[in-house]
């Protein structure tokens, strides 16, 4: 099931910034809080998901990409995966490989499977990363460097595979709190300068070493737990936020990015926001 008409003939990213081309989505529509994996799952277990709303939200999600001219593919959700909508952990893309993770949590094995063969039928240059977990919410791409969060879900040995996998890259490790789960929860570039981050995540050497790179832009408490942070970033200043985080968009504003707003307040209560829900597949 897709939305495109043109067929890319193969993968290419190197950053979190650049114009975002073609990205690979999955539609909530058998999502669910089942086996609590993280703190805001915590908060909301009770609750649960309305699925109706968080497909509307993602649609919307869906369509606005589609406006903004990138080419959106949708893979078919299954009803065994109940958080295969955040097809950013299932892999992701550097240069022209789409890495394909190992995951973690066990109510999220198998996702691995549906991604090999979508690529597959797509005809997209895949590498399986097998023998050691490693989930793509703990990837973030600048040019040559690579930063893999050091998580419950990623593990050093994998970090250290990778490298070996990438040998023009320099592999960065980033230790933080485990309980924000991703990286991409408590850090996430967005230009060649500027980065987001929530800096009680991280201890401070790493802090230190994030902020000779790039101007930190600090978000709250409060919005980090709304998934502040997981915005995406689709090329030309353009960042994808929740409208109720405002104190993140007021200082992107200031900045000159261009802030679209789309309500996404169902599917976070899952743990994962825009970055989350996008697996990028060609950045250009």
């Not at 960042?239 to 200031?254: G, H, I």
Request: hydrophobic share 35%.
């Amino acid at each position: 099931m897709s939305s495109y008409i043109k067929e890319s003939p193969s993968a290419r990213c190197q950053s979190e910034y650049d114009p975002l081309r073609r990205v690979l989505l999955c539609p909530p529509r058998y999502m669910e809080i089942k086996d609590v994996i993280n703190d805001v799952q915590k908060r909301y277990k009770d609750e649960n998901i309305n699925v109706d709303k968080a497909l509307h939200q993602h649609n919307e999600f869906v369509q606005a990409l589609i406006e903004q001219g990138v080419q959106t593919d949708l893979i078919e959700p299954s009803e065994n995966y109940p958080e295969q909508v955040f097809t950013r952990d299932i892999g992701f893309t550097i240069g022209d490989t789409v890495f394909i993770s190992e995951m973690a949590s066990e109510i999220r094995q198998g996702e691995e499977q549906e991604l090999q063969k979508w690529m597959e039928a797509h005809d997209v240059n895949v590498k399986e990363l097998a023998g050691h977990r490693i989930e793509g919410g703990d990837v973030i791409i600048d040019r040559d460097t690579v930063f893999v969060g050091v998580s419950s879900r990623t593990s050093k040995k994998a970090i250290r595979d990778l490298q070996l996998e990438l040998p023009d890259f320099e592999v960065i490790p980033v230790s933080f709190n485990e309980k924000y789960l991703h990286l991409d929860c408590v850090f996430n570039i967005l230009s060649p300068t500027e980065a987001l981050i929530f800096p009680e995540a991280l201890d401070m050497e790493t802090v230190k070493m994030l902020a000779e790179r790039y101007t930190l832009i600090r978000v709250n408490e409060k919005e980090q737990f709304a998934l502040g942070t997981n915005v995406l970033s689709i090329g030309d200043r353009k960042v994808f936020s929740q409208p109720q985080n405002r104190q993140v968009n007021k200082q992107l504003t200031s900045r000159g990015f261009h802030v679209i707003e789309v309500d996404y307040s169902e599917i976070i209560k899952s743990g994962g926001a825009f970055r989350c829900c996008t697996m990028p597949l060609i950045r250009e």
